[in-house]
T-cell receptor, first 113, second 110 residues
Framework: GAGVSQSPSNKVTEKGKDVELRCDPI?????LYWYRQSLGQGLEFLIY????????KSGLPSDRFSAERTGGSVSTLTIQRTQQEDSAVYLC???????????FGPGTRLTVL | GIQVEQSPPDLILQEGANSTLRCNFS?????LQWFHQNPWGQLINLFY???GTKQNGRLSATTVATERYSLLYISSSQTTDSGVYFC????????????FGSGTRLLVRP
């Protein structure tokens, strides 16, 4: 596609529920990244994919967070048993190759009540 | 880990003025990028600039990697330049993750 797309744009959920966030990168981009942005923590790295593999999962805050990428394209970030501190904007980015210019999607605003 | 500091934290300009934003980083980097986050939250890539100088219209950027800083110049500012400007770096550990500074919040008044 023309740019990185993410869905949903907004998600409100109750504490303890599971959520899935989707990212569709720019066509042909092999690298995909997830970040989150919150008032207290700024922009922080979560996970990075090169193709379908995730060489760096160091930024995932807990084992409630997981992500996968299939077909070298769409990625899903799953948060299980959501907590209020998970409330943030989750941003996805892609680049042609790892370490090249990153292009961000519009984000998913997650609110955990 | 690598530290990224941006200054000033806040900046208010009159339309038409010029400004310089600074980004200091604490260690050698593989790449450095500048982003503009508009008032709707969209992050827009302005420059991929691990070293040297680039220009794009009224914006230009210079990175002096040996001295661990980068500068973003905005000339003849417009109200649409308002938002937050982020510097982000990838450390030499080749982890490909970007470490973001805390940003410079710019308001351009008409």
């Amino acid at each position: 596609g023309a740019g990185v797309s993410q869905s949903p744009s907004n998600k409100v959920t109750e504490k303890g529920k599971d959520v899935e966030l989707r990212c569709d990168p720019i066509s042909g981009h092999t690298a995909l990244y997830w970040y989150r942005q919150s008032l207290g923590q700024g922009l922080e790295f979560l996970i990075y994919f090169q193709g379908n593999s995730a060489p760096d999962k160091s930024g995932l805050p807990s084992d409630r967070f997981s992500a996968e990428r299939t077909g070298g394209s769409v990625s899903t970030l799953t948060i299980q048993r959501t907590q209020q501190e998970d409330s943030a904007v989750y941003l996805c980015a892609s680049s042609t190759l790892s370490g090249q210019a990153s292009f961000f999607g519009p984000g998913t605003r997650l609110t955990v009540l | 880990g690598i530290q990224v500091e941006q200054s000033p934290p806040d900046l208010i300009l009159q339309e038409g003025a010029n400004s310089t934003l600074r980004c200091n980083f604490s260690d050698s980097v593989n790449n450095l990028q500048w982003f503009h986050q508009n008032p709707w939250g969209q992050l827009i890539n302005l420059f991929y600039i691990p070293s040297g100088t680039k220009q794009n219209g009224r914006l230009s950027a210079t990175t002096v990697a040996t001295e661990r800083y980068s500068l973003l110049y905005i000339s003849s500012s417009q109200t649409t330049d308002s938002g937050v400007y982020f510097c982000a770096v990838e450390g030499r550990d080749s982890s490909y993750k970007l470490i973001f500074g805390s940003g410079t919040r710019l308001l351009v008044r008409p």
